[in-house]
């Protein structure tokens, strides 16, 4: 009986590690014959694993999606990544945290000496950024995802930033994670554009059941849509410059996503902004290049402070 069941957990192990097996690559991974391998299949299924069994001679053996989500086995090192990842997850502003905590017990209950020292050596060495953000609500997350797999318009309520309610009606392209916070690109049918949502300001209505085609867009070119949305919604002063100098250098330069129009290889234009005038004026002269403020009076001024302070520490006499 022992035989038989390491046997058995030796095949889960070789069925979840690889698509596909044929009778005879499992007879001889296994040491039996291909008729203990059937005798096998038929006790995993009454286990509740759901092996499938293609017939014919490019057929074999697979472990499919059933009802119910089966014991997972996993080696070593997936077992460590697993209990690193829920620690980590555990730690976030999330709705998941709780979640996380209760899978990472059990784990942490089962897990071998070895394995549970290699996982509190990570934890004991590691710290995080404590990161600040509102509560995200799985279910909803679940229900855009869906929505996005299922190439499904998604109707829901939907909270500004302002603090007014509104309806939206939307094609959902893809979620994207920045810090603690999901965003959700989509392309808003009343408006006819693109726009970014807060997916922990979402009320999702009851599924539309209306299939669309989802745009050319990739995945960076996705993200960066959402970097660039989010970034000027979020601006309480804004300027547009020209600068004298590649638009490379500037991309390489300011730790901001930008936009911008490259005029030739010595000069771009771009718009940008932040919270404070005078902390961009500083940024922008990390570019140790000419610039003109073609709109923003509040930089400008800034500008301005900045050449003025500037001018009066560079004419202060040292100290003897």
Do not use: N
């Amino acid at each position: 009986m022992v035989e038989t069941s390491a046997r058995l957990l030796r095949m889960l192990s070789l069925l979840q590690a690889k698509r596909d097996w044929t009778s005879a690559e499992l007879a001889a991974r296994l040491d039996v014959s291909t008729r203990t391998v059937r005798a096998d299949v038929t006790k995993l299924r009454s286990l509740g694993y759901p092996v499938d069994a293609r017939p014919g001679v490019a057929g074999g053996y697979r472990l499919v999606a059933g009802t119910a989500m089966p014991p997972l086995l996993l080696d070593d090192d997936e077992t460590v990544a697993v209990a690193v990842a829920l620690g980590a997850a555990a730690g976030r502003g999330l709705a998941m945290a709780e979640t996380s905590l209760t899978a990472l017990a059990k784990l942490e209950q089962v897990l071998p000496s070895r394995l549970r020292r290699r996982v509190e050596a990570v934890r004991d060495s590691t710290s995080a950024v404590p990161t600040a953000g509102p509560s995200l609500d799985l279910s909803v997350l679940g229900a855009v995802a869906a929505a996005i797999r299922g190439r499904e318009r998604l109707r829901f309520g939907y909270t500004t930033r302002h603090g007014r309610a509104a309806a939206r009606h939307t094609e959902p392209q893809r979620l994207v994670a920045w810090g603690p916070l999901w965003y959700l690109l989509a392309w808003d049918l009343d408006r006819d554009d693109w726009r970014v949502f807060r997916v922990d300001r979402m009320t999702p209505r009851p599924p539309t059941g209306a299939r669309f085609r989802p745009r050319s867009i990739g995945e960076d070119e996705a993200v960066a849509l959402v970097v660039a949305r989010v970034s000027k919604a979020a601006w309480a002063y804004r300027a547009r410059v020209l600068v004298h100098a590649p638009a490379a250098t500037v991309r390489a330069t300011l730790p901001i996503s930008l936009d911008i129009e490259e005029i030739d290889g010595s000069a771009c234009r771009f718009e940008l902004g932040a919270d404070d005038p005078d902390r961009l004026a500083l940024w922008l002269t990390q570019l140790d290049a000419d610039v003109e403020v073609l709109d923003g009076d509040e930089l400008a001024r800034a500008f301005d402070r900045l050449a003025t302070r500037l001018h009066r520490a560079a004419r202060v006499t040292p100290a003897r």
